[in-house]
C-alpha cells in the first residue's frame, strides 16, 4: 500500500502516491486517467533495463511503447527534445492521451516539457526512479531542458496528473546516485523543518536498506514541496525557498559541463554548505550552524566544498557570472537562500559580491 499526498492545486490538483509495489499496480493508478488504452512512455537506456518490463507488466492490458533515451544530463537539451518529440508525433500521441516519464529527474524533466508543447499540451504521469525525482523533480511542474546559458532556462510549468514514488525502486540506483539523490531530502530539513533534519541526522544513513524510513523521508519531502508549491505555484514567492543550494549548485553543473563530474544532487550538498556558510559570514547565523551543516554532509559521505570535485573549475569571478544566468536573477541581482537557523531559510538580494567570492575562494 502507499500513502497519498495531495497537491492542492485547484483544478490541475493531483496525487503523489509514496510507497512500495506501486509498479505492480500501475495499472489500476494510471488507468482511470486514460481515454483510451495505451500510453507513451518516456525514458532513458539504464532506467529501462532496470524497469520497463515492470512497468509494462503493472499496466497489463495498458498498451506502453517506449523511447528510451541515452542517460546523463547532457540528454536534457534541445537534441533530447526534439528526439523526443518527434517520436511521439510519430506515434500518434494524441491530444487526449498521457505521457509517462520512467526515469530520473532529467527524463521528468524533459518529458514534462515535450508532453507541455506536444499539440499545445497533453497531460503526463511520472514514475520517478531516483530518490532525487522522487522527492523534488517529479513533483509541482516545473520542465524543462538546459542550454549552453545555463540549467532549466527554457521550460514551462506543467503539472503531472498522477505521480508514483516507488520507493523499491531505488535499490537498483548505484550509491553515489542514492547519495546525491539524498542532498535535496536533506535539503527539505535546512530549509523549513528542524525536526526533521533532526530525524534525518539519526535514520539517514539506514534510508538505503530500510524501506520503511524511504518511504517517511519521501513522504515528509514530498508533503513539505507539497505544500510549498500549493502557496506558489510559479514561483513569485515561498517557493523559492525551494532552490536552497541551488544558486551555488547550478552554476558548478554549468562550470563540469553537466556531466558526471558533479551530479545535481551533489551541486545542490555543495550549495547547501556554501548558502550556511555565506550566511554566517553576513553574521546571519551562528557559527556552529554550517559546522553542524557540513557535519551531516561529511557522515552521508556527500561533498562539501569545491575542492572536493573532481574537475579544474573557474575562479571565483567567473562563477559569480555563471550564476548570473540564475533564472532567480531580477533586475541584474543576484537572490539567494540563505538561513537564520537550519529550518529557518529565506529569500534575499542584499548579498555583496565580495562576499560570495570569499566563501567561494575558502572552499576552493
Known amino acids: 500500500m502507499s500513502d497519498v499526498v495531495h497537491v492542492d492545486l485547484g483544478a490541475r490538483s493531483y496525487d503523489v502516491h509514496v510507497g512500495r509495489g506501486l509498479m505492480a499496480r500501475a495499472g489500476d493508478l494510471i488507468g482511470p486517467h486514460l481515454r483510451r488504452p495505451r500510453v507513451f512512455v518516456l525514458t532513458e537506456e539504464r532506467v529501462a533495463a532496470h524497469h520497463l518490463v515492470a512497468l509494462r507488466a503493472g499496466l497489463g492490458a ?184 541551488h544558486t551555488f549548485g547550478h552554476a558548478l553543473e554549468a562550470a563540469t559541463g553537466y556531466s558526471d563530474r558533479l551530479l545535481h544532487g551533489e551541486g545542490v550538498a555543495i550549495g547547501c554548505a556554501l548558502a550556511f556558510d555565506l550566511s554566517a559570514r553576513l553574521g546571519l547565523c551562528a557559527q556552529e550552524v554550517p559546522s553542524r551543516v557540513r557535519g551531516h554532509l561529511q557522515a552521508m559521505g556527500l561533498p562539501r566544498d569545491l575542492r572536493d570535485i573532481s574537475a579544474d573549475l573557474p575562479d571565483a569571478a567567473a562563477l559569480l557570472d555563471l550564476m548570473g544566468q540564475d533564472k532567480k536573477v531580477v533586475d541584474g541581482r543576484l537572490r539567494f537562500i540563505l538561513a537564520r537557523e537550519i529550518g529557518d531559510a529565506f529569500v534575499t538580494d542584499a548579498v555583496p559580491a565580495a562576499d560570495v567570492r570569499a566563501v567561494l575562494d575558502a572552499s576552493a
Open 62 to 245: 495498458i498498451e506502453a511503447p517506449a523511447l528510451a533515451l541515452p542517460p546523463g544530463e547532457g540528454t536534457k537539451g534541445w537534441a533530447g527534445l526534439t528526439q523526443a518529440v518527434e517520436w511521439l508525433l510519430d506515434q500518434r500521441c494524441e491530444r487526449g492521451d498521457v505521457v509517462v516519464a520512467l526515469g530520473g529527474g532529467v527524463i521528468g524533466d524533459l518529458a514534462g516539457f515535450a508532453a507541455a508543447i506536444l499539440r499545445r499540451g497533453v497531460r503526463f504521469v511520472q514514475v520517478p526512479t531516483t530518490l532525487l525525482a522522487q522527492v523534488d523533480s517529479s513533483v509541482g511542474g516545473k520542465t524543462g531542458i538546459n542550454t549552453r546559458h545555463g540549467k532549466n532556462l527554457v521550460g514551462a510549468f506543467h503539472q503531472p496528473s498522477l505521480v508514483l514514488a516507488d520507493v523499491d525502486l531505488l535499490t537498483t540506483l548505484p550509491a553515489r546516485d542514492f547519495r546525491a539523490g539524498y542532498g535535496e531530502v536533506m535539503k527539505y530539513g535546512l530549509l523549513g523543518d528542524v525536526a526533521f533534519f533532526g530525524w534525518l541526522e539519526k535514520n539517514a544513513a539506514d534510508l538505503e536498506t530500510d524501506a520503511e524510513l524511504r518511504v517517511e523521508a519521501v513522504r515528509r519531502s514530498v508533503a513539505m514541496k507539497a505544500e510549498i508549491v500549493r502557496r506558489d505555484e510559479t514561483e513569485q514567492g515561498d517557493r523559492a525557498l525551494l532552490n536552497l543550494g
